[in-house]
C-alpha cells in the first residue's frame, strides 16, 4: 500500500515535469541560466532583507505589547500592522515611490516589510498572550523575574506559534518581491511580466518556477526549523 501510494506521488510529480518539458516551456531557463540566476539572486535579497527586518520589527512589536503596562496598546498595533497587507502591494509600493520620490531599492524594501510585518507582531502578540497563567505563576513562585520569565518560559513556549507567522510571512513576502520590478527593484517579476506582456511562455515559466521553488524551500526550512526548535505543544518550565 505505502510503495503504490509513494508510485502515485512520484507519478503525479513526473508527469507534468515531462509536459513542461515536452513543450517547450523550460527552454530560456535552461538557455539563459545566468539571467535567471542574476535576477533569482536580486529576488532573494529582497526577501531576506525586508524579511529580517520584519521579524525584528514584529518580534521586537509583539513582545513589547504583550508586556502588562503596555497591553491596551495592541489593539492599535495590530491594526497600524494590519495596514501592511490591508493595502495591496502594488497600491504599497506607488505609495512609497510617491514618499520618497524614486524607484529601486529603497521603496520595495519598505513595502515589503510592512507586508510581511502583520503575521510576525500578531503570532508573536497571541502566542505570548494565550500561554498557561498557571505555568507563569510557577515560574515566579521559583524566583524568576520578568526577563528570566519571558527567555525562559514565555518565549520558548510560544515558538511555535511564533514561527507560524515567520513562515506566513516570509511565504507571503517571496510572492510579493516579484511585484517590486514595477519599480526599479529587479527580481524574478522581470521575467514574470515580460512573459505576461510578450505572452511567451518560456520566459513566464523561467521566473514563475524559481519564485514557486524559493517559497516552498523557505517553508520547508522554516518547518523543520520549527520542529527542531518547538518539538512539542506542551509548556516547558526552566
Not at 525586508?50 to 520589527?57: F, K, P, T, V
Not at 506559534?161 to 518581491?177: C, N
Request: charged content about 10%; proline content about 6%; hydrophobic content about 60%.
Amino acid at each position: 500500500m505505502m510503495l503504490r501510494r509513494r508510485a502515485w506521488t512520484i507519478g503525479l510529480a513526473v508527469l507534468p515535469a515531462a509536459l513542461v518539458w515536452r513543450a517547450g516551456w523550460l527552454d530560456f531557463l535552461f538557455g539563459h541560466p545566468g539571467e535567471v540566476l542574476r535576477l533569482f539572486g536580486q529576488h532573494l535579497v529582497l526577501v531576506a532583507s525586508s524579511g529580517a527586518m520584519a521579524i525584528a520589527l514584529g518580534l521586537g512589536l509583539g513582545i513589547a505589547v504583550s508586556r502588562p503596562r503596555l497591553r491596551p496598546l495592541a489593539a492599535p498595533v495590530l491594526a497600524l500592522a494590519g495596514l501592511g497587507q490591508t493595502v495591496p502591494s502594488l497600491a504599497l509600493l506607488a505609495l512609497l515611490f510617491a514618499l520618497i520620490g524614486r524607484i529601486g531599492f529603497l521603496p520595495a524594501f519598505l513595502a515589503l516589510t510592512l507586508t510581511a510585518l502583520l503575521p510576525v507582531v500578531r503570532n508573536t502578540c497571541l502566542g505570548l498572550l494565550t500561554l498557561d497563567p498557571a505555568m507563569l505563576d510557577a515560574g515566579r513562585g521559583m524566583g524568576m523575574r520578568g526577563r528570566q520569565i519571558l527567555w525562559r518560559l514565555e518565549l520558548p513556549n510560544a515558538l511555535g506559534v511564533i514561527f507560524a507567522g515567520i513562515r506566513t510571512a516570509l511565504v507571503v513576502d517571496v510572492s510579493a518581491a516579484a511585484l517590486a520590478f514595477l519599480i526599479g527593484a529587479g527580481g524574478l517579476g522581470d521575467l514574470i511580466f515580460t512573459g505576461i506582456d510578450t505572452q511567451n511562455t518560456p520566459i513566464l515559466v523561467a521566473g514563475v518556477l524559481p519564485t514557486t521553488a524559493l517559497a516552498l524551500a523557505l517553508d520547508a526550512a522554516l518547518a523543520r526549523m520549527q520542529r527542531r526548535l518547538a518539538p512539542g505543544g506542551s509548556p516547558r518550565i526552566g
